[in-house]
Structure formats: structure tokens, C-alpha cells
């Protein structure tokens, strides 16, 4: 049974290895929206530097999108899906396989690139080290989130937008606790671990009931 | 394995295509399902693999253990289940890890289909006649009893439609199922035919039931 999810897990990076697309596209994108902010908002240093954590987050919310609509599609189409529901071991296994190398390799980055960033917005050092923090904590919740909407339409021809439009709503209490986790460690009354801790328990939630839904979603599409 | 098929019926889009339609099939038998284009070949063996669920009717499995039906079958059909950017083998590797009941490695499953050449080729490079051969190699990589073949000679050429029909062989002498859907004979001489139209309701079923749509 481990076999099958190292398998299923080991297939899905190499496939992004080798097609690259949507986790470098994601990351890109991450950058555009991050990089349009200071043009729309001029040059203000300290207000960048006050509204950075949330454009950040903003910005890897909408990054998330990226390549989710492909998640559970591209195997919809040639049929791999099928492979994997006649597999022994539970689809809910597999299906968590798929999403954790799906974060792997959109999630992880925009984690990893935010330091970087972060100097967009003229964010400090300890500003950036914290939403960099809550990205890494927050981004699994934000992508198993996305799972549910990808595995609902899995079967729908361009099903991007409406994916978008199920799966952002969702997305808002992660959000609200995320920023609020970096502003904490930007100074205020709030001690920087309680929404820090709130964010990881919306992602191991969301590890739960996202792996459950999505696979039931897919057994529901068949 | 047995394979028990009770009073199935099929109901697609409105249209019912086949309605009492039952067969049961024994450790070493094939059966090929014919009819023409649209009759309901493709649905039948969709819920023969339960990705399609029966309008009425039971499908049970004998002395298979603690397996589904999904775990003991293999299906090869019009969609492969092959990655365009991963090699043949890796493509192979990836089914016998996810599958289980591992068998011959991907390379010894290619070769016996003449494909060794093409192992470390990727999918997308591959003609259609060499990729459904990959998607058949599947078959070999791991074990199950029943083997669930759509249309499994398009594309093939004459040598590998006899490779193909010497796997099947092999397969049924080891009590292997075999259950294709076809419309070519696919030279298996023990193979019993089964007709999905004979088993299309006609006007009188149509009548008796009320709620059917005029087909």
C-alpha cells in the first residue's frame, strides 16, 4: 500500500519534472501579482511594508490556482484514473499521493520563494522569515482545498474558472488566519503562535476532510 | 475466478441498449462480445469493470478472496492510461507498483510484445499501433485473472494481433478470463460469443414499460 503512493507520488513529480508547466508557471505568476502591487500603489515604502504579508498571501492564493484545474484532469482523460480506482490499495490513499506531490511542487516553492519576494514589498527580514513561516503551514491547506474543487471537475472541459469560483471562498479562512499570523510577528498584541497554530490545524483539517471529498468526488464523477 | 452477470441492463442518455442480459464464465473461458458500432459493447465492459453502473441486474465473483471486482481485471480500451512523457517502462513500472501482484518486469512484458526497442522511448513518440502494445504489456506486468479487452486489435499489425492471440492463449491455459469486445475474430478457437443486440428490448418491452423512452 506505501508502494502504490511512493509510486503514485514518484510519477506525478517526475511527470512535472519533465513537463515542467504549472509549478514554474505558478511561481511566475506569484511574482507578477507581487511585482504589479508596488506599480498600482506607488512607491510608499512604509505602507508596502505594512499591507506586504497580505499581498503575499493574496498572491500565492490565486498561485494556487495555477495547474489545479490539470490536477485530477490529465488523468481523467487518458484514462489513468481508471488505472487508479482499480488499484488494491484505497483511492483516497492515492488521491492524497497526488496532492501531496502537488504541493511538492507548487506549494513548497512559493513557500520557499517568498524571502525573495518579500523584498518587492520592502518587507523586514523577521516579516519576511514569518510569512514565509505561514506559508509553508498554510499552503497544504490551501491545496488540499483546491483538490475538492479539481476532483469535482475533473470531467468538465474547461473547468478552470468554475473551479475557481467553488474553490476561493473556501480559501478565505486560510487566508485571514495566515496574514494575521505574519502581521502578529510584525508587532501587536497577538502572540505570533496562536493564529500560526490555528493555520496548521486549518491544514491538517483540510488534509483530512480535502482527501476524503476529493475521492469521493472522483468515485461520484465516475 | 468466476464471473457471474445476472439480468444486466444498461441505460445510457435515456436510450436503453441491452436489458437481460446474463453469462457466466468459468476459470479458462473467453468470451467475445459482438455488435455493431453503438450497441452497447463499450458500456457492457464499463460495467463489467464497475466504472458504469447497471440500470438492474447483479454481477458477482466467485473464489476470488477478499478482492473487488476492479482488483481482479485488468482493462485495456480506447483510453490507455499511458503517459505521453514517461517511458514505456517507466509507464509499466508505475502500473506494477500501483497495481500489485507484480509479475514480469516492464522490460521482459515489452519484449514479449516486440517492443524491447522502445523501453526507454516516451509514450508520446510512440505510433498508436505501439502504444496500445504497451497499454497490452500491462497485462503481464501483474497478475489478475481477468482481463477485460476493448477492441484490443485496432491498430495492431497482423504479427501483433498473433502475439496478442498467443498471450490470450497462455493467459486461458493458466485459468485466466478473457472478455473482448470485437469486430474482428480474434483466433482463440474456445472463444463463446455473445451478442449484445440479442439482447436489445424490442417494441413489445418498450410497450410494457411505461416510463421507457420511444427508443
Not at chain 1, 467553488?166 to 494575521?180: E, W
Not at chain 2, 440500470?55 to 482493462?75: F, K, S
Not at chain 2, 516516451?122 to 497490452?136: D, I
Not at chain 2, 463463446?192 to 436489445?200: D, H, I, T
Request: charged share 15%; hydrophobic share 55%.
Amino acid at each position: 500500500m506505501g508502494r502504490a503512493f511512493l509510486a503514485v507520488v514518484a510519477r506525478d513529480l517526475r511527470l512535472a519534472g519533465r513537463i515542467g508547466g504549472s509549478g514554474a508557471l505558478s511561481l511566475v505568476f506569484f511574482l507578477m501579482i507581487v511585482a504589479l502591487v508596488p506599480f498600482g500603489l506607488g512607491p510608499d515604502l512604509n505602507l508596502l511594508a505594512r499591507i506586504g504579508p497580505g499581498i503575499l498571501w493574496i498572491a500565492a492564493v490565486l498561485a494556487t490556482l495555477i495547474g489545479l484545474d490539470r490536477l485530477f484532469q490529465a488523468d481523467e482523460e487518458d484514462g489513468s484514473l481508471d488505472l487508479l480506482s482499480g488499484a488494491p490499495a484505497p483511492l483516497e490513499l492515492l488521491v492524497l499521493a497526488k496532492v501531496t506531490a502537488h504541493w511538492l511542487t507548487t506549494g513548497l516553492p512559493l513557500a520557499l520563494a517568498t524571502p525573495l519576494f518579500g523584498l518587492l514589498v520592502a518587507l523586514s527580514p523577521a516579516g519576511m522569515a514569518a510569512t514565509s513561516l505561514t506559508l509553508l503551514v498554510g499552503t497544504p491547506a490551501l491545496t488540499f482545498i483546491g483538490a475538492v474543487g479539481a476532483a469535482l471537475t475533473a470531467s468538465i472541459r474547461r473547468g478552470g474558472l468554475i473551479l475557481a469560483v467553488v474553490v476561493l471562498p473556501l480559501m478565505v479562512p486560510t487566508l485571514i488566519f495566515g496574514v494575521s499570523a505574519a502581521e502578529a510577528a510584525l508587532g501587536g498584541t497577538v502572540p505570533f503562535t496562536t493564529p500560526l497554530a490555528i493555520l496548521g490545524a486549518l491544514s491538517l483539517a483540510a488534509g483530512v476532510v480535502g482527501t476524503l471529498a476529493a475521492a469521493a468526488a472522483l468515485r461520484w464523477g465516475e | 475466478m468466476r464471473l457471474i452477470a445476472e439480468d444486466l441492463a444498461c441505460r445510457r442518455s435515456g436510450r436503453r441498449l441491452f436489458s437481460g442480459l446474463s453469462f457466466t464464465l468459468k476459470a479458462g473461458e473467453a468470451l467475445t462480445v459482438t455488435g455493431r458500432n453503438g450497441a452497447g459493447k463499450s458500456s457492457l465492459l464499463a460495467i463489467l469493470a464497475g466504472r458504469l453502473r447497471p440500470e438492474a441486474g447483479r454481477l458477482t465473483a466467485e473464489a476470488v478472496g477478499e478482492r473487488t471486482i476492479p482488483e481482479c481485471l485488468h482493462v485495456v480500451g480506447h483510453r490507455d492510461g499511458l503517459k505521453g512523457a514517461l517511458t514505456a517502462e517507466e509507464n509499466l513500472a508505475f502500473a506494477r507498483d500501483l497495481l500489485g501482484a507484480a509479475d514480469l518486469a516492464p522490460r521482459a512484458a515489452l519484449a514479449r510484445l516486440g517492443l524491447a526497442h522502445a523501453a526507454g522511448l516516451p509514450v508520446a513518440y510512440l505510433s498508436a499501433g505501439q502504444r496500445r502494445r504497451v497499454a497490452l504489456a500491462r497485462l503481464l506486468v501483474c497478475r489478475r485473472p481477468l482481463w477485460l479487452l476493448d477492441e484490443p486489435t485496432a491498430a495492431l499489425d497482423v504479427a501483433s494481433q498473433a502475439a496478442l492471440a498467443g498471450l490470450m492463449r497462455a493467459h486461458l491455459a493458466e485459468g485466466g478470463l478473457v472478455i473482448a469486445a470485437t469486430h474482428q475474430a480474434l483466433e482463440l478457437e474456445a472463444a463463446r460469443e455473445l451478442s449484445v443486440e440479442a439482447f436489445r428490448p424490442t417494441r413489445s418491452d418498450v410497450a410494457a414499460d411505461p416510463f421507457a423512452e420511444a427508443v
